[in-house]
C-alpha cells in the first residue's frame, strides 16, 4: 500500500494536544509528517487485513478511538459510551429490512436512546400530549416516502427483546418509542404549539459548526470537504452507531446516529452529495417557525437515498417531492422547524435557511467568500424568504435568528470563515479536522483570539469549533458529540470521531464509499500447501486486472462479512476420493444454511488439486461450481487461445496434479490459476454495481 495515498487520514490525539496549545495556522512538518505518514499506512494495513471489503466500500477503523467517553455524562443505569462508534456493516434491502437489521445489531443503543427521549418527553410536555404529538409527525413523514415508516417498524421489531427491558416498555408500542426518538429535536427543540418563546430559550449548547470547500481555490487538491461538528450534550447522544445503507431502490448512504434516530447532522451518499444540518434560529410562534412537519431525522435518508447532485437534495428539502405535494396539496416541504442546511456534491454548495414554512438560499460570494467554500453555524444571513406557495417574499430569515439573537454562533462563524482564508489554498483532510479540533477563535477581520494564561480557556465557554461544556476543568456534560469529514475527490471518503475531535487518539474512523475496484475472494482448503499455491496464483491473475482487488483465505477463516463484501468468490480444494474434502463441504454448506448468505449474482470459479491423472479434479471443481449455480451465482473459467489468437477457448476450471505421481506444482498449472482469476475479476468488474 503506498504510503503517499494514506495521508489523508487525520493524525492522533498525541499530535492534535499540541494543536490544542498552539493556533492552528501551525503546520505539521518534518519528521512529525513522516511520522503521520508511518502511522497512517501500518494501521490502513492492519485495517484492511481485519475488516476487508464491505461490498464496495471499505471501513477502516482507527486503532484506538476516544478513550475520554468514558467519563461523559450517562443518565443513571446505563452503560458508559463506547471509544468509537458501533459499525453495523453494510445493510441491504428493503426500508424495513435495513432498520430490522440497525435494531437486530444495536438494540441496546436503540434503548438507552430511547428511554433517555421518553422520559424527557412525556416529564416535560406529558404522556397525553406526546402520544398525540406522534402521529401528526408520522402522518407528514408517511406523506414523504411511506417506506420510512417502515423503516421505523423494522428497527422496533429488530430492537425487540431490548425495548422489552425498558422501565417505559408498557407505556406504549415499540414502535412509537421509536417514532419519539425520531421526532426529538423537532418535539424539544421547536416544539409547534403555543409553547412561549423568549430570547435566550434556543440554548447554543445545541448548535454546530460547518464548512464546505471545493476545488483548488481553497484546498490543496481538486476535491470537495465537507465537515461538521455537533455541539450538544452527550446524554444519550454518544450511543452512536454507523453504518452504511443500500436500499433496493436508492443510493447507497453513510450514516452516523444515535439509538434508532434515522440520522444525525451529517449524511453523505455514494454520488457524493453531502448533507448537513444545524440549527437554525428563533422560534417565532406569531410566524409559524415550527410545525408538525417531515422530521429530519428521517427527511435525510430519504433525501441521500434518492438525490443524485446537490441540486435534486436542495429541491427535496424546499419543496419536497411530486409524491409528497399530491398526498398533501401543499406546494412545499413542511418541516419542523428552523433548521439550517449545508448542501454540496463534486461542483457546487448552497446554504438552505429555513422554516418549518419559508426557505431561503446562500451561495459562495454572498458574504464576501473569496473562492467555492460556505461556512454554516447556527443563525442566519437572507434578506428575503420564500413562503409555503414558493413565493419570494421580502420576510428576511435573519427574522428567525441573527448575529444579534446568537452571538456564539456569530463567534463560531467569523472563526471559520478566518480559518478557511488563513489556509487558503492549502485544505485538506487533516488539516480540516484540525480545525474542527479548534480551541481558538478569530474577529471578523481574522486576527487569531487564544486564551490567556491564567483565564479559563475558549473551549470552556463554548464558542469554538470544538467546545468544552459543562464545568471548568472537567467539563463532561457535552460539547462535540461527533466530528465529520466527508472528502470527494479521486475517489470518496468520511472521516468520523465519536465525541469530541480533540480528544481522539490516532487516526479517524474511515469509510470509503467510492472505489474503482472490484473484490474477489479467494477461499481455500488446503493440508500439505498445494492448494495453497494454487491460491496464491489466481490472487495473481485477480492482480492483473486494474481495479480488481484479491483477498486469500483459509475457507474455515472466511467470515459472513467476506462472503456478502465480495463480487466474485472462487474456491479451491484438494481431491479426496474423487470429492470435496467432508470438511470444506460442511462449511461452505453452512453458509447458505446457517449463515443465510445471498449470492445471488456472485461470479465464482473454482480450482482443485489432487493426485494422479484421473483422480477426480474435475468433479471436484464442477461440484463446486455446482455449489455456486445452485446458490444463483455466475460462473465462469480460464481463457486460453492459440499463438496465432484464431481460436479462444474455455476451461471448467484450473487445476494441479500433485501426489507421487507428479509431485509439487508445474508453471503451468500455475498459470491455469492465474488465468482462472483474471478472468473471474475482469467478469465481476462489468457485472458489478459499484462505480466505476
Request: aromatic content about 10%; overall charge neutral; proline content about 5%.
Amino acid at each position: 500500500m503506498n504510503p503517499n495515498k494514506l495521508m489523508s487520514r487525520t493524525i492522533g490525539a498525541w499530535l492534535l494536544a499540541v494543536c490544542c496549545c498552539v493556533p492552528v495556522a501551525v503546520c505539521l512538518a518534518g519528521a512529525a509528517a513522516e511520522q503521520v505518514k508511518k502511522v497512517r499506512g501500518e494501521t490502513l494495513e492492519k485495517a484492511v487485513a481485519s475488516t476487508g471489503f464491505h461490498g464496495g466500500f471499505q471501513y477502516l477503523p482507527g486503532p484506538i478511538g476516544n478513550p475520554s467517553t468514558q467519563h461523559y455524562e450517562v443518565s443513571p443505569g446505563h452503560p458508559p459510551y463506547e471509544q468509537r462508534a458501533r459499525f453495523l456493516g453494510v445493510l441491504r434491502g428493503s426500508w424495513y429490512e435495513i432498520g430490522h437489521q440497525v435494531g437486530t445489531k444495536a438494540g441496546d443503543l436503540v434503548r438507552w436512546v430511547s428511554d433517555v427521549w421518553w422520559k424527557q418527553h412525556t416529564e416535560k410536555y406529558g404522556l397525553d400530549n406526546t402520544m398525540k404529538a406522534l402521529p401528526l409527525y408520522e402522518a407528514q413523514i408517511a406523506a414523504l416516502n411511506p417506506e420510512l415508516i417502515q423503516f421505523m417498524k423494522g428497527i422496533a421489531k429488530g430492537a425487540e427483546a431490548e425495548l422489552d427491558k425498558s422501565p417505559y416498555a408498557q407505556s406504549s408500542s415499540h414502535y412509537e418509542k421509536v417514532l419519539n426518538t425520531n421526532i426529538f429535536d423537532a418535539w424539544s427543540y421547536r416544539h409547534p404549539t403555543t409553547y412561549p418563546w423568549t430570547p435566550g430559550q434556543g440554548a447554543e449548547e445545541n448548535g454546530c459548526s460547518a464548512f464546505v470547500t471545493i476545488g483548488t481555490g481553497p484546498n490543496k487538491r481538486d476535491e470537495m470537504i465537507a465537515a461538521h461538528n455537533r455541539h450538544t450534550s452527550f446524554n444519550p447522544k454518544c450511543y452512536q452507531l454507523v453504518y452504511i445503507g443500500q436500499p433496493d431502490d436508492g443510493n447507497a448512504f453513510w450514516v452516523l446516529t444515535a439509538g434508532a434516530a434515522g440520522a444525525a447532522c451529517q449524511v453523505v451518499n455514494e454520488k457524493g452529495v453531502s448533507l448537513i444540518l444545524n440549527a437554525g434560529g428563533d422560534q417565532h410562534a406569531e410566524q409559524h417557525a415550527n410545525a408538525f412537519g417531515v422530521s429530519w431525522f428521517l427527511l435525510f435518508l430519504h433525501v441521500a437515498a434518492y438525490a443524485d447532485t446537490a441540486d435534486q437534495a436542495i429541491e427535496m428539502l424546499t419543496r419536497g417531492t411530486p409524491d409528497y405535494r399530491a398526498r398533501t396539496g401543499r406546494q412545499s416541504l413542511l418541516r419542523t422547524g428552523t433548521w439550517n442546511f449545508l448542501i454540496s456534491d463534486r461542483t457546487g454548495c448552497t446554504i438552505v435557511e429555513t422554516t418549518a414554512d419559508r426557505y431561503a438560499m446562500r451561495r459562495p460570494g454572498d458574504l464576501g467568500e473569496i473562492g467555492n467554500y460556505l461556512v454554516m453555524t447556527n443563525h442566519n444571513y437572507c434578506n428575503y424568504s420564500f413562503d409555503e406557495n414558493n413565493r419570494r417574499t421580502d420576510v428576511p430569515m435573519t427574522r428567525f435568528g441573527n448575529e444579534k439573537t446568537y452571538p456564539g454562533s456569530a463567534k463560531r462563524f467569523w472563526t471559520l470563515m478566518g480559518d478557511i482564508r488563513h489556509h487558503y489554498g492549502r485544505i485538506d483532510s487533516v488539516l480540516a479536522m484540525q480545525l474542527l479540533s479548534g480551541h481558538h477563535q478569530r474577529d471578523r477581520d481574522g486576527r487569531l483570539i487564544e486564551s490567556r494564561e491564567g483565564e479559563i480557556p475558549l473551549q470552556y465557554q463554548g464558542d469554538v469549533s470544538c467546545p468544552h461544556l459543562g464545568g471548568y476543568p472537567g467539563g463532561w456534560k457535552g460539547g462535540a458529540a461527533d466530528a465529520k469529514v466527508a472528502v470527494h475527490g479521486e475517489d470518496l471518503r468520511v472521516y468520523w470521531t465519536l465525541g469530541r475531535p480533540c480528544e481522539w487518539q490516532g487516526p479517524w474512523d474511515e469509510v470509503r464509499l467510492k472505489k474503482k475496484t472490484a473484490d474477489v475472494l479467494i477461499a481455500y482448503d488446503s493440508l500439505t500447501g498445494n492448494t495453497e499455491r494454487m491460491a496464491q496464483a489466481v490472487a495473481e491473475g485477480v492482480k492483473r486486472v486494474p481495479g480488481a482487488v484479491a483477498m486469500v483465505k483459509r475457507v474455515s477463516e472466511v467470515t459472513k462479512e467476506n462472503l456478502e463484501a465480495a463480487e466474485a468468490i472462487v474456491l479451491g480444494c484438494p481431491t479426496y476420493y474423487a470429492n470435496i474434502p467432508g470438511r470444506m463441504k460442511t462449511v461452505i454448506d453452512d453458509w447458505s444454511w446457517k449463515m443465510k448468505v445471498d449470492f445471488t449474482d456472485k461470479v465464482g470459479g473454482a480450482f482443485a488439486t489432487g493426485g494422479g491423472q484421473m483422480g477426480g479434479k474435475e468433479h471436484v471443481v464442477i461440484s463446486l461450481l455446482l455449489f455456486m449455480i445452485n446458490n444463483r451465482m455466475v460462473v465462469a473459467g480460464p481463457l486460453y487461445q492459440d499463438e496465432e489468437g484464431q481460436d479462444i477457448w474455455a476451461e471448467t476450471g484450473a487445476g494441479a496434479m500433485t501426489g507421487p505421481i507428479d509431485p509439487g506444482i508445474s508453471p503451468k498449472e500455475l498459470d491455469s490459476a492465474s488465468r482462472l482469476g483474471e478472468r473471474v475479476a475482469r467478469l465481476a468488474l462489468k457485472l458489478s454495481r459499484i462505480n466505476l
